[in-house]
Nanobody
Framework: QVQLVESGGGLVQAGGSLRLSCAASGRTSIGFAMGWFRQAPGKEREFVSTISWNGGFSYYADSVRGRFTISRDNAKNTVYLQMNGLKPEDTAIYYC??????????????WGQGTQVTVSS
């Protein structure tokens, strides 16, 4: 089992920045790709970004490419999502997940509980 705990969410004005963290414990997350997904009120959970186990591959949803950056520190068993240029439409609960470097939810075996990001206009 891998336990994932997200942190770093909060309230920010449009144009601002936040950095989300996802700390893994239990069975090491090394060897797993890590992903970020988000779910806005009344909408389905959607893919945001993914990074391979060694950080050599990353991929972003079109809606965040160029504004968000995913990274990981395997020594700390932590993955990050740096979010710049935030927009009100980025408001959602953000979830991290461990699995395969894909855009589909079913590719991930472990999920965190989520952290709320709210962007005011």
């Amino acid at each position: 089992q891998v336990q994932l705990v997200e942190s770093g969410g909060g309230l920010v004005q449009a144009g601002g920045s936040l950095r989300l963290s996802c700390a893994a414990s239990g069975r090491t997350s090394i060897g797993f790709a890590m992903g970020w997904f988000r779910q806005a009120p009344g909408k389905e959970r959607e893919f945001v970004s993914t990074i391979s186990w060694n950080g050599g591959f990353s991929y972003y949803a079109d809606s965040v490419r160029g504004r968000f950056t995913i990274s990981r520190d395997n020594a700390k068993n932590t993955v990050y999502l740096q979010m710049n240029g935030l927009k009100p439409e980025d408001t959602a609960i953000y979830y991290c997940a461990a699995g395969q470097p894909r855009v589909t939810m079913r590719s991930y075996d472990y999920w965190g509980q989520g952290t709320q990001v709210t962007v005011s206009s």
